[in-house]
């Protein structure tokens, strides 16, 4: 990893120039407004206040890269009191300005954040990275095995933290019978969610990755062991540690231990995550969850009864629809594993 100069770019231009004209704005608003002092100084950076962007965190250390060199620093005590729902108050990607004794003094506004329930308190929410622009959803065939529910689980925390989804499935070398996959691939070709299939160990695919990645901040998502950290191997021509998969439990160890940026190619980006066991969403109603499947919606616009939750009510339009094949029924279960719960529990509103 060399060029560090691409990380505190912005790919978006159009977010980059509205967040610096916001910024030039809350400058030149705190020069005017001396009354309101008190209340800009959180608004703004402070004065001799260097940008950056957060690289990596590992407990109680921040590595931010500044002006091109990569500094370590930590929060500073007057953010660390500010109370949110967030368990964590930044993540890697985040773009900051640090003060003259080094400390992270302000944190810009995120444009796009992945982020779920936290594991131990689903009331909080746990900032997975920001500021990027796609989540590649990293899937294997098997070790660990395909599950519907976890891809719709990230489309959907994708799409409400503003970013867009790609599903990249791995380990195509181990594919057996295609019906299923291919089942799949009709399905989010239908959403129009670019849907890969790839082999990071026998470089299958690797080019239609790279042309997705190009130009682009990402953030490789996806369990334990499906093979991220392969993939951006693959990509960079790197080796970056790989977990080897646990022959008992079929499961990746976990080798990616914390996030981090990377550089990927000439102008490409990546956030590389440690495997989660589990993903559940944060905050979301029943109704909203409905929303995001659209496919689904769009049968349910003629249910007898309304609203219907498309799960036990006669006349449902949605059951009909899986019932005659028009809808997947790998979807449908999906749908319902997410919206009762089944696969896991979410922090429903
Ligand atoms: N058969 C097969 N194994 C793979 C492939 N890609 C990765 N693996 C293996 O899967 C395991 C986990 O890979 P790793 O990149 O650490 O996964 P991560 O936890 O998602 O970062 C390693 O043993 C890899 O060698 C692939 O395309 N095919
Ligand atoms: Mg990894
Ligand atoms: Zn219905």
């Not at 691409?6 to 977010?15: G, M, N, Q, T, Y």
């Not at 003060?99 to 506004?109: H, L, M, P, S, W």
């Not at 080796?239 to 646990?246: A, E, N, P």
């Amino acid at each position: 990893m060399s060029d560090y100069s691409l990380f505190e770019k912005s790919f978006d231009s159009r977010k980059q120039m509205r967040n610096e004209r916001k910024l030039l704005q809350q400058k030149d608003r705190s020069k005017f407004k001396k009354s309101d002092q008190n209340k800009e100084e959180i608004l703004k950076p402070p004065e001799n206040s260097k940008r950056g962007r957060i690289v990596t965190i590992s407990t109680g250390m921040i590595k931010v890269v500044v002006e091109g060199e990569i500094i370590e620093s930590g929060l500073k005590g007057s953010l660390k009191k500010e109370v949110t729902r967030n368990k964590n108050l930044v993540t890697v990607g985040d773009f900051v300005w640090i003060d003259e004794r080094g400390q992270i003094a302000y944190v810009e506004k995120r444009y796009s954040c992945l982020s779920r329930a936290d594991a131990l308190h689903q009331r909080k929410q746990h900032l997975i990275a920001a500021n990027i622009d796609q989540v590649l959803i990293v899937a294997s065939i098997e070790n660990p095995s395909l599950k519907p529910s976890l891809l719709d689980r990230y489309i959907i925390a994708t799409e409400r933290g503003g970013m867009k989804p790609v599903i990249i499935i791995n380990k195509i070398d181990l594919a057996g019978d295609l019906t299923f996959l291919n089942e799949l691939e009709e399905i989010y070709k239908g959403l129009e969610i670019p849907f890969l299939k790839v082999s990071a160990l026998h470089e299958i695919g690797l080019d239609s990755l790279k042309e997705i990645v190009k130009g682009k901040s990402s953030v490789f998502s996806g369990q334990s062991g499906v093979g991220k950290t392969s993939l951006i191997n693959d990509l960079t021509g790197q080796t970056r540690r790989v977990g080897s998969v646990v022959q008992k439990t079929k499961k990746g160890s976990h080798t990616t231990t914390h996030a981090e940026l990377i550089s990927i190619g000439e102008n490409a980006l990546c956030i590389d995550t440690p495997g989660i066991k589990s993903f559940a969403l944060w905050d979301i109603t029943s109704e909203e969850l409905t929303n995001y499947f659209s496919d689904l919606q769009k049968f349910g616009e003629t249910c007898k009864y309304s609203p219907c939750s498309h799960t036990h009510e006669p006349g449902c339009s949605v059951k009909e629809a899986v019932a005659s094949g028009r809808l997947s029924q790998i979807r449908y279960n999906s749908y319902l594993a997410i919206r009762e719960g089944h696969d896991e529990p979410n922090s429903l509103r």
